[in-house]
């Protein structure tokens, strides 16, 4: 991206400040929706359900960009105060998340400000040049979940960002086709050996069936056959599991009932026979299928069971022949999704710091002890050896 010039971005009117109504707010978004690329977490399918439960202590800002009297950026930002040590340390600013976990549980990705395409750059500058100004001198904003590998270093090089990275894994669904949907052929072998043998073992108890959920009641039944699986399986490991959250539970209802008869959301369960093998739970948006929550029988076979590789290769040949174009496993290094992807791209999670000496003594400590741990293990290695 390359940086844009002061002229450009005096042209450009922004906002920052208390939201206005909900119902003028998703008349406003959904119309930027028409000149933007939003994915199904910037679309107002996710915003204005996220917004609609939130607390009446969590009060999102807009920051809004016009030009001619034409909105072409808008995004929510949350502020929130971090502490260190007990006390006040800096004001934080949340792109479409709360700073809270127990509502940041949601997981945002494929996140960024929504813009209109033909001027992208210069409206995210002049969106990020207005909250610079605008905000106090101790002030950092996160961006979770970027597309991609996070602003240029040429955006506003004075302020300090660091960048975390992951891989983000998808199967292109194009290339099933070209396959006549033989998607097996497109993994390795120890993958492909692995997921028939699997299948084979799963069709003693009866032949392996996708199910889609075809109306909200169906949906919703389907979501809370995966929860019961999802918590069995966390909290056997010792984890309390996502659907233990209220938050997490209700917001997924309300997505489903707002979005499922828009085509948006699909939740498909997959059987054997009549035994219930897995149930997968995705947002449907522009040919693109983010995968988002699963629930796994383990127990359903003994030996050779493997519910995640054969549910995910079946609804992958599913989603091919409805003709997506994307399957997308998301962010994150789970082995199952190094195994089934064919394409992959970075997701960048950012945080812009405004120059503050309390921000260079911050990162002076975390080098500090970053040395420490280095030194403290190669002491450990010399002693091995």
Not at 223 to 246: C, I, T
Not at 332 to 346: C, W
């Amino acid at each position: 991206m390359n940086s844009s010039t002061s002229e450009e971005i005096a042209a450009i009117d922004v906002f920052l400040g208390p939201m206005p109504a909900l119902a003028e707010l998703e008349a406003e978004w959904q119309a930027l929706e028409v000149f933007a690329e939003p994915s199904f977490f910037t679309s107002w399918s996710w915003i204005g359900c996220w917004l609609a439960l939130l607390p009446a202590n969590v009060k999102p800002q807009w920051l809004r960009a016009r030009q001619s009297g034409r909105t072409v950026g808008l995004a929510l930002l949350v502020r929130r105060t971090r502490q260190r040590f007990g006390l006040p340390f800096c004001d934080s600013w949340h792109l479409h998340e709360t700073g809270d976990p127990d509502y940041d549980i949601l997981t945002i990705e494929h996140n960024g400000f929504l813009l209109d395409t033909v001027l992208a750059d210069v409206v995210r500058e002049a969106m990020l040049v207005h909250w610079v100004k605008h905000t106090s001198g101790a002030s950092e904003l996160l961006l979770p979940g970027q597309a991609g590998s996070g602003l240029s270093e040429q955006t506003l090089p004075t302020l300090y960002r660091g960048n975390r990275t992951r891989t983000s894994y998808g199967v292109n669904l194009e290339a099933v086709r070209e396959r006549q949907g033989d998607y097996l052929a497109l993994l390795s072998s120890n993958t492909r050996s692995q997921i028939r043998r699997s299948i084979k073992e799963y069709q003693t108890i009866g032949p392996l069936v996708v199910h889609e959920a075809q109306d909200v009641a169906q949906a919703h039944h389907f979501l809370s056959r995966l929860a019961e699986m999802h918590q069995q399986h966390w909290v056997e490991r010792g984890e309390p599991g996502a659907f233990s959250n209220p938050f997490f539970k209700r917001f997924h209802e309300r997505l489903i009932e707002e979005n499922l008869p828009r085509g948006q959301i699909q939740i498909l369960r997959i059987s054997a026979g009549e035994r219930d093998m897995a149930y997968l739970y995705s947002f449907v948006k522009s040919g693109r299928i983010y995968f988002y929550q699963s629930g796994f029988d383990y127990r359903l076979i003994e030996k050779h069971g493997r519910p995640g590789l054969v549910a995910h290769a079946l609804a992958v040949q599913h989603n091919a022949a409805l003709g997506h174009m994307v399957y997308d496993f998301m962010a994150g290094d789970s082995r199952y999704k190094l195994n089934l992807a064919t394409i992959n791209e970075p997701m960048t999670w950012s945080t812009l710091r405004k120059p503050a000496w309390r921000f260079r003594m911050e990162h002076a400590l975390r080098e500090w002890r970053y040395r420490m741990k280095a030194k403290k293990a190669a002491k450990c290695e010399e002693v091995e050896a």
